[in-house]
């Protein structure tokens, strides 16, 4: 069956960096584009970042260009997001989330979620 | 960016109702729209795409309908495993976005 691991959540102070990785089993990894959508506490779901199956597209909410990059490692069917100059307002869960369309290299649906990692930006 | 409005925002509802949540867009956005079930603590899960097609292994009391920038969600005969809250995504274009939610509550 689809399972995602997401990990390297923790807590950070305003302005430093983490890095989370997803790790990705039950389906052909290379195949499907990977997301990650965030959730701040008591809030509603919010789209972060997408790359494509063979990593040559991505796509960022404006809120963290310039400030976060995805990237992956079809080798190791892993997915990355290391996340910089981090903010109060970049407290969320973090889910990474499996694309629905194979072979696509535009983001459209999640039809498999991981369970989230809580990243935590406080001095 | 492409607004999503729910409504209603919350609904109390009873074991064997009929309940209809609404999502409209602030743009068309061709029925790429996507209907998501979150339970407290957990990861939400995918219910339907394309404003009506069922996901794998979804029961069939939950439904779809729509065009254009109105779409609906439909759970015919509530179940109590159905109380939740419900998100609408739409997919048309980047940024992908969502509505703002709907809790589903027991009366």
């Known amino acids: 069956q689809v399972q995602l691991v997401e990990s390297g959540g923790g807590v950070v102070q305003p302005g430093r960096s983490l890095r989370l990785s997803c790790a990705a089993s039950g389906f052909t990894f290379t195949s499907y584009g990977i997301h990650w959508v965030r959730q701040a506490p008591g809030k509603g779901l919010y789209w972060v970042a997408f790359m494509s199956y063979d990593g040559n597209n991505k796509y960022y909410a404006d809120s963290v260009k310039g400030r976060f990059t995805i990237s992956r490692d079809n080798s190791k069917n892993t997915l990355s997001l290391q996340m910089n100059s981090l903010r109060a307002e970049d407290t969320a869960v973090y889910y990474c989330?499996?694309?629905?369309?194979?072979?696509?290299?535009?983001?459209?649906?999640?039809?498999?979620w991981g369970q989230g990692t809580l990243v935590t930006v406080s001095s | 960016d492409i607004q999503m409005t729910q409504s209603p925002s919350s609904l109390s509802a009873s074991v064997g109702d009929r309940v209809t949540i609404t999502c409209r867009a602030s743009q068309g956005i061709s029925n790429s729209l996507a209907w998501y079930q979150q339970k407290p603590g957990k990861a939400p899960k995918l219910l339907l795409y394309?404003?009506?097609r069922l996901h794998s292994g979804v029961p069939s009391r939950f439904s779809g309908s729509g065009s254009g920038t109105d779409y609906t969600l439909t759970i015919s005969s509530l179940q109590p495993e159905d109380f939740a809250t419900y998100y609408c995504q739409q997919y048309y274009s980047t940024p992908h976005t969502f509505g703002q939610g709907t809790k589903l509550e027991i009366k």
């Open positions: 989330a499996k694309d629905h369309l194979p072979g696509n290299s535009r983001p459209s649906f999640f039809d498999y």
């Open positions: 394309a404003a009506s």
